[in-house]
C-alpha cells in the first residue's frame, strides 16, 4: 500500500491512498474461511461448503469490507502518525472516478482533508480580563428566606374567601338552566378546585369576593376563561373538545376554603432546608448560609462572564482565520444530510464561529496544561445534578444521592460529551484565573444579569 499526502493550501489537503491485493488477500481469506464455518446453504452440511461456492457467494462484500476496513485504518493511523490537524472526517474527492472493486488490484482512492488553520495564541499577565464579583445584597437573602418559607408552607382552613390571600376553593359545581335552575343532564362536578385569582376576567373574579362557606356562587366560565379551553375543560370534566357546548352559567356551593400559610422562618425550616446536620439554630445562620449557598453560585456565574470575555479577547487577539470553507460545508452537508443544503446555508457562519473558539480553546488548555480525567467528568456530573437539585429547593441532598444520579448521567453517550466540555471550561477557568490579570469589578446581581442579557 502506499499513501501520499499533499496540501492543496495552507487549510486543504488530498491524501492519495493505492491498495494492492497484498494488503488486503488475507484478510479476505480469513473472513470466507469464517463464512464457511457458519454457512447454510442447502445440499452442504455446516461446515462443508465448498470455498468456491462460499466465494461466489460472499466474496465481493466481504473483499469490500475488508478494503473499506483497510482505507478507515490506514487513513486514521496516517493522520496521527504526522500529527494532520484534521477537521472533521475525511470526504472522496469530487473527481474520484468509480472504484470497480470486481476488476483487479491495485484500486487508487482520493481523499479531500479539511486541516486547522495555523495560528498561534498564548495569554498572561499582560492580558487583562474583566472579572465582575457579584454582591450578595441583603434583599437578595430576604427573597430567599422567602422562597423557602413559601416552599415549606402549608394550607389552614379558612371560613371566608380573601382574594388576598390567594385562597383556594373547593366545592360543588352544576350547570344552570336559562331561568337558573340544575339543567337536567347537566354537568354535576363534586369538589371542583378553583382559584379565583387565575380567573382572568374581573366582573367574573369579584364574584367570589368575601364568599363564605356554604354559599353559592352564579358565574359563567366560559366568559371567566375566555380564552383557556383547557382550564375551562379540566374544571368541568370534559373532552377540550365539547367546552364550547356549554357556555351558560353554573353555580358552585363553597364546601371548603384553604389558605396558604408560609412557613414560620424557625429551626424547623433551617433543618428542612439544610438538614439537621448543618447545625443551624438561629435565623443569623441561616441567612449566613443562604448567603454562603448565594456567593458559590455567583461564583460560578462570574466564572462563566469570565470565559465569555476571554473568548472575545482571544478572539480579537487571534484575528480572522483562514479556514477550507467549501470543504466544511460538505463535512456538514454530508452530516446533516436529513436538514439539507438550506440549513447549512443556513448555520455554517455559527458553526465556523464556535469552530475557531475550539481551536482556540484547544491552545489554551494545552498552554494550561489542563488534561481531564474521569473524576473531573464525573464531578461535572454531581455539579449539574446539584445544580438541578437546588432548583427545586433541595441543597442538602446526600452525596450518595448525588453519586448515583451522576452515574446515570455517565451512561449516557451524548451526555458523557457535554460532561467532557464542561469538565474542560471548569479546569481552564480555574486556570486562566491565574493566567491573565483579572480587572476585578464589583456589581449587583441587577448589573451582572443585564450584562448578561
Given at each position: 500500500m502506499n499513501i501520499s499526502f499533499e496540501t492543496q493550501d495552507k487549510v486543504n489537503g488530498l491524501m492519495t491512498i493505492t491498495v494492492e491485493e497484498a494488503d488486503y488477500q488475507a484478510d479476505v481469506e480469513k473472513n470466507l474461511k469464517s463464512y464457511r464455518k457458519r454457512a447454510n446453504v442447502p445440499g452442504f452440511r455446516p461446515g462443508q461448503v465448498p470455498m468456491s461456492h462460499v466465494k461466489r457467494m460472499f466474496g465481493a462484500s466481504v473483499k469490500m469490507d475488508a478494503i473499506n476496513k483497510l482505507l478507515g485504518d490506514s487513513l486514521q493511523k496516517y493522520v496521527a502518525d504526522n500529527k494532520l490537524p484534521m477537521l472533521g472526517q475525511p470526504l472522496a474527492n469530487e473527481s474520484q472516478e468509480a472504484v470497480d472493486l470486481e476488476g483487479p488490484a491495485p484500486y487508487v482512492f482520493k481523499f479531500d482533508i479539511a486541516l486547522a488553520p495555523e495560528f498561534s495564541i498564548e495569554l498572561g499577565q499582560k492580558d487583562a480580563v474583566d472579572y465582575y464579583d457579584i454582591t450578595v445584597e441583603?434583599?437578595?437573602?430576604?427573597?430567599?428566606?422567602?422562597?423557602?418559607?413559601?416552599?415549606?408552607?402549608?394550607?389552614?382552613?379558612?371560613?371566608?374567601?380573601?382574594?388576598?390571600?390567594?385562597?383556594?376553593?373547593?366545592?360543588?359545581?352544576?350547570?344552570?338552566?336559562?331561568?337558573?335552575?340544575?339543567?337536567?343532564?347537566?354537568?354535576?362536578?363534586?369538589?371542583?378546585?378553583?382559584?379565583?385569582?387565575?380567573?382572568?376576567?374581573?366582573?367574573?373574579?369579584?364574584?367570589?369576593?368575601?364568599?363564605?362557606?356554604?354559599?353559592?356562587?352564579?358565574?359563567?366560565?366560559?366568559?371567566?376563561?375566555?380564552?383557556?379551553?383547557?382550564?375551562?375543560?379540566?374544571?368541568?370534566?370534559?373532552?377540550?373538545?365539547?367546552?364550547?357546548?356549554?357556555?351558560?352559567?353554573?353555580?358552585?356551593?363553597?364546601?371548603?376554603?384553604?389558605?396558604?400559610?408560609?412557613?414560620?422562618?424557625?429551626?424547623?425550616?433551617?433543618?428542612?432546608?439544610?438538614?439537621?446536620?448543618?447545625?443551624?439554630?438561629?435565623?443569623?445562620?441561616?441567612?449566613?448560609?443562604?448567603?454562603?449557598?448565594?456567593?458559590?453560585?455567583?461564583?460560578?456565574?462570574?466564572?462563566?462572564?469570565?470565559?465569555?470575555?476571554?473568548?472575545?479577547?482571544?478572539?480579537?487577539?487571534?484575528?480572522?482565520?483562514?479556514?477550507?470553507?467549501?470543504?466544511?460545508?460538505?463535512?456538514?452537508?454530508?452530516?446533516?444530510?436529513?436538514?439539507?443544503?438550506?440549513?447549512?446555508?443556513?448555520?455554517?457562519?455559527?458553526?465556523?464561529?464556535?469552530?475557531?473558539?475550539?481551536?482556540?480553546?484547544?491552545?489554551?488548555?494545552?498552554?494550561?496544561?489542563v488534561r481531564v480525567e474521569d473524576d473531573d467528568v464525573k464531578n461535572a456530573a454531581k455539579e449539574v445534578a446539584r445544580a438541578q437539585f437546588a432548583q427545586y429547593g433541595m441543597s442538602n441532598v446526600p452525596d450518595e444521592y448525588l453519586d448515583n444520579y451522576a452515574q446515570e448521567m455517565l451512561k449516557k453517550r451524548d451526555t458523557v460529551d457535554n460532561l467532557v466540555e464542561r469538565a474542560i471550561d471548569r479546569k481552564l477557568t480555574v486556570a486562566l484565573k491565574d493566567v491573565v490579570k483579572l480587572n476585578r469589578k464589583a456589581a449587583t446581581i441587577e448589573e451582572f444579569n443585564k450584562m448578561l442579557s
Open positions: 441583603d434583599k437578595i437573602i430576604d427573597e430567599q428566606v422567602d422562597m423557602y418559607a413559601s416552599r415549606n408552607g402549608h394550607y389552614d382552613k379558612a371560613e371566608a374567601y380573601d382574594a388576598e390571600q390567594r385562597d383556594m376553593l373547593k366545592g360543588d359545581l352544576r350547570e344552570l338552566d336559562a331561568e337558573g335552575n340544575t339543567l337536567e343532564g347537566g354537568i354535576e362536578v363534586e369538589a371542583a378546585v378553583l382559584m379565583p385569582q387565575y380567573i382572568k376576567v374581573d366582573d367574573q373574579k369579584k364574584l367570589f369576593d368575601g364568599a363564605k362557606l356554604g354559599d353559592i356562587i352564579t358565574w359563567n366560565p366560559r366568559q371567566a376563561y375566555p380564552d383557556n379551553d383547557t382550564e375551562i375543560s379540566s374544571l368541568l370534566k370534559i373532552d377540550k373538545e365539547k367546552v364550547a357546548e356549554h357556555t351558560g352559567n353554573f353555580s358552585y356551593q363553597i364546601t371548603e376554603i384553604s389558605r396558604f400559610v408560609k412557613a414560620e422562618v424557625n429551626k424547623e425550616l433551617f433543618e428542612n432546608v439544610f438538614g439537621s446536620e448543618a447545625g443551624v439554630e438561629t435565623e443569623e445562620q441561616f441567612r449566613e448560609k443562604i448567603g454562603e449557598g448565594l456567593k458559590a453560585q455567583f461564583a460560578m456565574d462570574s466564572d462563566y462572564k469570565f470565559m465569555l470575555d476571554v473568548r472575545k479577547y482571544a478572539e480579537e487577539k487571534v484575528g480572522e482565520l483562514q479556514m477550507p470553507e467549501a470543504l466544511l460545508k460538505r463535512i456538514m452537508l454530508q452530516n446533516s444530510q436529513d436538514k439539507g443544503a438550506d440549513y447549512v446555508e443556513k448555520n455554517f457562519e455559527g458553526s465556523i464561529k464556535e469552530l475557531k473558539w475550539h481551536l482556540i480553546r484547544e491552545k489554551l488548555a494545552e498552554q494550561c496544561g
